[in-house]
């Protein structure tokens, strides 16, 4: 904060008319005013509104304009403000303006803590939540795979990522609210000539999509909850509902004591919500019912489409930067012996490789072809983990039950490999 108070070039990007918003936002009040020479405001908790209040400058013409400003932003930013300032001011003063979404996640640890491996999955599933959101901006489908993938990226290229909150564990995503996102990316041979590429919505369009597809998925587990039934996911597939938003969820849910995504909308940027704040909340058991549904959204969307369940053996990644292919053994009946998993998501495979470190079973959906001897998962990503191999194989072992000899006309498991 030094630098950029001692930085005059620096505070001519300071919006007053923001500043003042953002304080207020944080529980400044605002007390009196000149127009368009200052707003004083009263701090949060002052008893006497008049005492220690703080001077905005308002005319960026007066001589004195930078002088002032910068002695209220070390006003804002002293130790007995330091906490809102680094949470609720700073992130958006200093950047375009931007909407604010919060994963949170309860977690059995001490105030603003989780492990690692757990915090390491809800940045995952953050990601995946506003990559499905963005997709769904584009189009309408059960299922995408690697459909808009790239256009998802490019809305993902422009989101920053703020520092979490004392209590529970909490990832930010700030999406900026007045950046295009490009349809298609530039020609390389003639950028000047492309003028299509540079048509694309504004980024509170796209943030739009990913909260109406977030609402859509949360009345559709309501509806489960009322009447046993999935068909709220079918249903809400026009509203943006999908495999990829079912399983990202799923993933800030499952093992949680409480979840939720809080998106709070800039209200220095008009349009795109009915409330400044829009909360959706979660618990431990939606993971069940999201897991169901993403079974059913990917099936229905491509008979190919299956989940595969067991133990990762094999990890290949010729890029640094590609998707990457694992195999799975399965651990489960009725399912090829193995299969090599073509990740959709390159992020996802630090999963795997979580669970090949730890020993975990994971639950991988993909469309399923043979190659040769091979089966191939395509257009894959990984649901879940689903606990230790072992214990599973045990499990299955107890369960499964006895196989009467393979006569003919019939295929055993281990026919399919």
């Not at 790239?150 to 909490?170: C, H, K, W």
């Not at 599973?392 to 039950?401: G, K, V």
Request: proline share 6%; aromatic share 8%.
């Amino acid at each position: 904060m030094a630098d950029l108070a001692s930085t005059g070039l620096d505070l001519w990007r300071v919006d007053p008319t923001r500043l003042t918003t953002l304080m207020t936002e944080a529980g400044w009040t605002l007390v009196g005013r000149r127009s368009g020479i200052y707003n004083r405001l009263a701090p949060p908790g002052e008893p006497d509104p008049r005492a220690g209040s703080f001077v905005v400058p308002l005319d960026r013409e007066a001589p004195e304009y930078i002088e002032v400003l910068q002695s209220l932003l070390q006003q804002v930013s002293a130790p007995s403000y330091r906490s809102l300032w680094a949470r609720a001011i700073a992130p958006r003063l200093f950047t375009d303006p931007t909407d604010e979404f919060r994963f949170r996640r309860e977690a059995a640890f001490p105030s603003g803590l989780i492990s690692w491996r757990e915090g390491e999955r809800l940045i995952s599933c953050a990601r995946r939540t506003l990559v499905a959101g963005a997709k769904s901006y584009m189009d309408q489908a059960r299922h995408f795979g690697n459909r808009h993938g790239q256009f998802a990226n490019r809305y993902l290229d422009s989101v920053l990522m703020g520092q979490t909150e004392p209590g529970s564990y909490i990832v930010k995503a700030f999406a900026p609210s007045a950046t295009t996102v490009l349809l298609r990316k530039p020609s390389v041979s003639a950028p000047a000539l492309d003028v299509g590429a540079a048509a694309g919505p504004y980024g509170r369009d796209v943030s739009h999509a990913v909260v109406k597809a977030l609402s859509a998925t949360v009345e559709a587990i309501d509806h489960y909850r009322s009447s046993g039934s999935l068909t709220g996911f079918d249903a809400g597939v026009r509203e943006g509902v999908s495999y990829e938003m079912a399983t990202a969820i799923l993933g800030i849910t499952e093992h949680s004591d409480g979840s939720d995504i809080t998106i709070e909308w800039d209200t220095s940027v008009p349009g795109g919500f009915e409330e400044p704040v829009s909360r959706y909340e979660f618990s431990g058991g939606d993971a069940v019912i999201l897991e169901k549904a993403a079974h059913r959204l990917a099936a229905a969307e491509d008979a190919g489409f299956v989940t595969v369940t067991g133990r990762v053996h094999l990890l290949a990644r010729k890029e640094a930067d590609g998707p990457g292919v694992f195999g799975v053994e399965s651990i489960v009946g009725g399912q090829p012996r193995k299969v090599r998993v073509r990740l959709a998501d390159e992020d996802q495979y630090h999963e795997a490789i979580h669970a090949y470190e730890e020993n975990l079973a994971v639950q991988v959906n993909g469309r399923l072809e043979r190659e040769g001897n091979l089966h191939w998962l395509y257009d894959a990503s990984v649901m879940r983990t689903v606990g230790l191999v072992d214990a599973l194989q045990r499990a299955e072992q107890t369960e499964r039950p006895q196989v009467p000899p393979v006569t003919r006309g019939q295929l055993s498991i281990d026919d399919m490999e």
